[in-house]
């Protein structure tokens, strides 16, 4: 007797792949879930890596810009200035940092904090925009409601940060959150109950002499060689082959003073031949000086000269003292 061999029935092969396909799927699907947690908890580190950065940014602006009002008054104009500016370019900069893609799980920490950046950058850099036009001349009442709008948008940040802070009560992915702390722009309970007020903010810097603008240069001059006697009353500089001379203009003013115009005038007092030549200094900040040489100068050893130096700015305040002028004889040679 024969018989046919065994051969699992079509039914038994067709459970046995299907079991086979779903225990696939099983694993494709874990993995592809444990892929997309990864990803999330780099997503969420990566986040709070960066808003580590721009809310210690933000805390160094904010307290710097309470520093700056507070010193309204008693700050030169250039140094308010520059605060301001340093300010603003910090949050913006942290600001900045905040634009990247997130993930979900971290989504709302993620909206609140941008939302606040953005309104701090916005606000810092409206007051720096309000206070330097103020110190340029502007409308006080223009300002006064400029600036209040100013803080209100600060302000508004600080509403969304607390928003921020709520959302780390909960724990996001195991992830420590403890670095970040309370951060405001506008202090709501203020040492000084004036410092964010904008009619007493407008008024101190309208008021005060140091951040209104004063336009100013002088000018001096240093012979090459020097006098080292006189003749007749008249300074006696032996003689050179060659006489420089250097101009040394400094910008006694609080802005930064450009192209600056130098002009030399040399007299020979003998002949009444003349000469001028002039140089320009690109800019010279407030309190700050600068040179220029006039080299070589055309002398003739025992001749009687006069020099002016002249230094020219727009809109001089002091046009007065723009000028120096000196009257020389060089030696003969020996």
Not at 215 to 244: A, F, K, M
Not at 261 to 274: C, F, H, I, Y
């Amino acid at each position: 007797m024969t018989y046919r061999s065994y051969r699992p029935d079509r039914r038994f092969r067709r459970r046995r792949w299907l079991l086979i396909i779903l225990t696939l799927i099983a694993v494709v699907v874990s993995i592809a879930y444990l892929v997309t947690r990864q990803t999330e908890q780099r997503g969420a580190v990566g986040f709070f890596a960066v808003a580590d950065d721009a809310t210690t940014m933000h805390a160094t602006a904010a307290a710097e810009l309470e520093s700056a009002l507070a010193s309204i008054g008693d700050t030169p104009r250039q140094d308010l200035i520059n605060r301001l500016n340093r300010i603003t370019t910090t949050a913006s900069a942290a600001n900045a940092l905040l634009d990247v893609e997130v993930s979900q799980s971290v989504a709302a920490s993620y909206g609140s904090l941008s939302t606040a950046s953005l309104s701090w950058s916005k606000g810092v850099a409206e007051v720096e925009r309000v206070l330097r036009a103020l110190m340029d001349g502007g409308s006080a009442n223009t300002a006064t409601s400029e600036l209040s709008k100013a803080f209100d948008e600060l302000r508004a940040g600080d509403a969304a940060y607390v928003l921020f802070m709520q959302s780390l009560e909960e724990p996001i992915d195991n992830i420590d959150t403890s670095m970040f702390g309370p951060i405001t722009y506008i202090d709501p309970i203020p040492t000084n109950p004036d410092l964010y007020n904008p009619v007493t903010v407008v008024l101190n810097v309208s008021t005060s002499y140091e951040l209104a603008p004063h336009r100013n240069v002088t000018v001096t001059g240093h012979l090459d060689p020097e006098p080292v006697s006189d003749r007749v009353g008249i300074p006696l500089i032996p003689y050179s082959e060659v006489v420089n001379l250097t101009a040394v203009v400094t910008n006694t003013g609080n802005e930064v003073a450009s192209s600056v115009l130098v002009t030399l005038d040399v007299l020979n007092a003998d002949t009444g031949d003349s000469a001028s030549m002039t140089e320009t200094i690109a800019e010279i900040a407030g309190g700050a000086s600068s040179s220029v040489v006039f080299p070589d100068l055309a002398i003739v050893p025992d001749g009687l000269y006069q020099l002016k130096l002249t230094v020219t700015i727009d809109n001089d305040n002091r046009p007065d003292d723009d000028s120096w002028d000196m009257k020389f004889i060089q030696s003969g040679e020996s």
